[in-house]
């Protein structure tokens, strides 16, 4: 379907026509006219799915009937409550590029950085606000907040939020807003506390539920690895080197792993920036900023500090971590292979995350492609040492061939 068949307004399509947005993903197209009825709605879609231009298109639209309002006058009509502040402004580089040819003013309030200057803009008036929920509420006690006028509350990456511990603090907001009003809730998972959540504050809500092997895209190659996991920082060097090439994701479980993996690529020659929840506000804006600009070619991160992140014209993702959750196996390769685009996902599964690709495979309802010959694989022959690697691995540590380590999986 292509956004023309939406029924949007001029001003909104010439934007998209503009950014090259001509087809509507799956998602929009069964979204926008959900939401343009004013009804409330819930959605299950994973990340790189489409969500925030399914909600941002039809709030925009319903918007433009108070674009020639004066300066001062304009109100918060519609609100966007988002888990992390770089989602947050993800999502208002979206309202704005959407409404470039609109008169509708947004902006985004989040934690991390001085209250003052938003405190300003706020005072001049903003049809759009994207919140994270700590620093609205912060806002909302100093009395710099008027909800009077909020027709829409939107509830982005809600799953996210429960983990993050903001449910009480949504729910708190929500009764702020007038009590008449719609709901929009975009999850990329439904845990029974969500379900609770949206069964509490939604009325009669319209359900949409995009399935995962229906959002990944058939653009994203999908490449497994079965290594040692002692051998998997050689092999992640040993692709990096010899298969894949460009803008490049590599997502680990822990801090730990990040910072660790993070200082082995500097060591080897790459150009390399970091994100996860312990670096401060600015240097994750830094991070950003320069893998976006192409001055980094590689971004390692957790997957709750690039949840939600869009970042255009990724070449490649690799799994470091098989994760344990399989929703999030697709949330991750779904950052490539965009825009009809195409992009490859690596994953490195050592033997104790094996479990994890079945549960993957079973979600997906695809059989991911098994790359059988790598310098690492999982048998008894002693792997290939590759030239010009600096070594991260201790001195004195046993050899496998030992008797302690003598089993093997494979």
């Known amino acids: 379907m292509q956004f023309s068949d939406l029924k949007l307004s001029k001003s909104i399509g010439k934007a998209l026509m503009e950014n090259k947005h001509h087809t509507a993903t799956l998602v929009q197209q069964r979204v926008i006219p959900i939401v343009l009825d004013n009804k409330d709605l ?25 674009q020639d309002a004066e300066k001062g006058e304009k109100k918060i009509r519609a609100l966007i409550l988002s888990p992390t502040r770089e989602l947050a402004m993800q999502i208002k580089e979206s309202f704005q590029t959407y409404g470039a040819y609109t008169n509708t003013r947004v902006m985004a309030i989040f934690g991390g950085v001085s209250s003052i200057p938003q405190k300003e803009q706020l005072a001049k008036g903003v049809d759009v606000l994207i919140a994270t929920p700590g620093r609205f509420i912060d806002l909302h006690k100093q009395g710099v907040l008027a909800l009077q006028h909020v027709k829409t509350l939107v509830l982005d990456e809600a799953d996210l939020m429960l983990d993050m511990g903001f449910i009480g603090a949504v729910k708190q907001i929500e ?3 007038p009590r008449k009003k719609q709901i929009l809730m975009f999850s990329a998972t439904m845990p029974n ?7 509490s504050l939604l009325v009669a809500p319209e359900i949409v539920t995009i399935t995962p092997s229906e959002t990944v895209s058939k653009n994203i190659g999908q490449l497994l690895y079965y290594v ?34 993070e200082k082995t690529l500097h060591k080897n020659g790459y150009k390399v920036v970091s994100l996860h929840g312990d670096k401060s506000q600015s ?20 997957d709750v500090a690039a949840r939600g992140i869009d970042i255009p014209k990724i070449d490649a993702v690799i799994n470091f971590d098989i994760p344990n959750i399989a929703e999030t ?8 292979g965009r825009a009809g685009k195409s992009g490859i996902a690596l994953s490195l599964c050592s033997a104790d995350e094996s479990t994890y690709i079945k549960d993957i495979q079973e979600l997906m309802e695809r059989k991911i492609t098994v790359k059988e010959e790598h310098p690492f694989p999982l048998h008894k022959s002693k792997p290939k040492k590759q030239p010009n690697t600096i070594s991260t691995h201790k001195k004195g540590r046993k050899s496998s061939n030992s008797k302690k380590n003598k089993k093997r999986w494979y």
């Open 228 to 261: 040692p996991k002692k051998n998997k920082t050689d092999l992640c060097l040993h692709l990096l080197r010899n298969t894949i090439h460009g803008k490049i994701i590599i997502f680990r479980r822990t801090k730990f792993g990040v910072d660790k993996l």
């Open 193 to 199: 506390k969500i379900k609770e959540l949206y069964k």
């Open 329 to 336: 196996y697709v949330h991750r390769i779904g950052r490539t």
């Open 175 to 177: 009764k702020l807003c």
């Open 42 to 66: 819930v959605v299950t879609a994973q990340t790189g799915s489409g969500k925030t231009a399914a909600f941002a298109l039809p709030l925009l639209e319903g918007l433009l009937e108070t």
């Open 283 to 302: 240097l994750r804006n830094a991070a950003l900023e320069t893998f976006k600009n192409t001055k980094a070619s590689i971004l390692i991160a957790t």
